[in-house]
T-cell receptor, first 114, second 112 residues
Framework: AQSVTQLDSQVPVFEEAPVELRCNYS??????LFWYVQYPNQGLQLLLK??????LVKGINGFEAEFNKSQTSFHLRKPSVHISDTAEYFC????????????FGDGTTLTVKP | DGGITQSPKYLFRKEGQNVTLSCEQN?????MYWYRQDPGQGLRLIYY???????QKGDIAEGYSVSREKKESFPLTVTSAQKNPTAFYLC???????????FGQGTRLTVV
């Protein structure tokens, strides 16, 4: 069975600083990988996804992530954060054989301070 | 505009009462999902459906029921058998297969 571990539950950073949100996964088969963002009392919105091809994927709002198959990781990065990036971020995986069912990590709360 | 609509946004119910949460999508997606979100626990899958008139239990189905009579609609009933129903409920949909999910805005259920 697939599982997702987000290594940091909370990440505080100052505005304009770089940030990395870490995500590791476990699966016995190949997976698709996703990062979602959730603002308070709202649904989740897709930031980016890795399906195949280049291991560095770029998403919305200046975020990017790199798929590392050997380390089973999919860390999310942004070179310079803004106050508006304050939100909760979820990493998710879908196994090739699991017909669209996503498994989510527990989330990382990113707080950007002025 | 295409999207997923959950209603109501906030819902209050007395303990012991059943309550139904609405989820409608106009994205022509085949698959629909219900998740429960509690602080610090991420999203847990309650039920999912990949085709009309068919659905499967997720990881925490006990105390919940669903129906899928129309492609566009996937209502969730929280029954009195659910021991701790207060939570944020999210509905999602996707194309069949391994693609991203599109989420509604959620329903916050409070049982008093």
């Amino acid at each position: 069975a697939q599982s997702v571990t987000q290594l940091d539950s909370q990440v505080p950073v100052f505005e304009e600083a770089p940030v990395e949100l870490r995500c590791n996964y476990s699966s016995s088969v190949s997976v698709y990988l996703f990062w979602y963002v959730q603002y308070p009392n709202q649904g989740l919105q897709l930031l980016l996804k890795y399906l195949s091809g280049s291991t560095l994927v770029k998403g919305i709002n200046g975020f990017e992530a790199e798929f590392n198959k050997s380390q089973t990781s999919f860390h999310l990065r942004k070179p310079s954060v803004h106050i508006s990036d304050t939100a909760e971020y979820f990493c998710a995986v879908i196994e090739f054989t699991n017909a669209g069912k996503s498994t989510f990590g527990d989330g990382t709360t990113l707080t950007v301070k002025p | 505009d295409g999207g997923i609509t959950q209603s109501p946004k906030y819902l209050f119910r007395k303990e012991g009462q059943n309550v139904t949460l609405s989820c409608e999508q106009n994205l022509n997606h085949d698959a629909m999902y219900w998740y429960r979100q509690d602080p610090g626990q991420g999203l847990r899958l309650i039920y999912y459906s990949q085709i009309v008139n068919d659905f499967q239990k997720g990881d925490i189905a006990e105390g919940y029921s669903v129906s899928r009579e129309k492609k566009e609609s996937f209502p969730l009933t929280v029954t009195s058998a659910q021991k701790n129903p207060t939570a944020f409920y999210l509905c999602a949909s996707s194309w069949t297969g391994n693609t991203e999910a599109f989420f509604g805005q959620g329903t916050r259920l409070t049982v008093v």
